[in-house]
């Protein structure tokens, strides 16, 4: 069965600190790989989407940045962050591109405070 | 562009109490729907889906018919427990849109004994 793999769950960083949060995904080959961040009793926002190894498209400009050096690897990362990057980071994959029937599949989130 | 538009929350109902959380879309092409669930601290799990006009998605005593007529996938649940609670998420995916998921703004339910 597929699983996904979020980490860290929470993380308080100061801000200018750099960021690196790390998703992977077990069970599937060449999944469509997502970063959405939630704000405090708001909606999802999607922040990255991947369709294979080093594609990566940008949703929201910010100071976010993602990468995919693996195929089932994804990476959100900052060089500073600001304090409104706090909030919870959700990573997720889906079957395939052409596949829109098949539903997201989510990790459990990362907590991230920055003070 | 695609949307989704769900009923504003809070919703608070006492146990075994009868549940509706509307859901509208707009969608160019031809959209599978889903309902996701969000438990306190962790992400989001598919609830029930459906993927053509007229199927009905269930699970766990909840169901959604995908009205094409009215762009609706309303929520329902005959009789709602504690365990409940939690924050529900309306989505579509579409042939469109490079097949990224839309999402509601979530609605949250508190279900009291």
């Known amino acids: 069965s597929q699983t996904i793999h979020q980490w860290p769950a929470t993380l308080v960083q100061p801000v200018g600190s750099p960021l690196s949060l790390e998703c992977t995904v077990e069970g599937t080959s060449n999944p469509n790989l997502y970063w959405y961040r939630q704000a405090a009793g708001r909606g999802l926002q999607l922040l990255f989407y991947s369709v294979g190894i080093g594609q990566i498209s940008s949703e929201v400009p910010q100071n976010l940045s993602a990468s995919r050096p693996q195929d089932r690897q994804f990476i959100l990362s900052s060089k500073k962050l600001l304090l409104s990057d706090s909030g919870f980071y959700l990573c997720a994959w889906s079957v395939g591109q052409s596949s829109y029937n098949s539903p997201l599949h989510f990790g459990n989130g990362t907590r991230l405070t920055v003070t | ?113």
């Open chain 2, 1 to 113: 562009g695609n949307s989704v538009t769900q009923m504003e929350g809070p919703v608070t109902l006492s146990e075994e109490a009868f549940l509706t959380i509307n859901c509208t879309y707009t969608a160019t092409g031809y959209p599978s729907l889903f309902w996701y669930v969000q438990y306190p601290g962790e992400g989001l799990q598919l609830l029930l889906k459906a993927t053509k006009a007229d199927d009905k998605g269930s699970n766990k005593g909840f169901e959604a018919t995908y009205r094409k007529e009215t762009t609706s996938f309303h929520l329902e649940k005959g009789s709602v427990q504690v365990s409940d609670s939690a924050v529900y998420f309306c989505a579509l995916r579409a042939n469109t849109n490079a097949g990224k998921s839309t999402f509601g703004d979530g609605t949250t339910l508190t279900v009291k004994p």
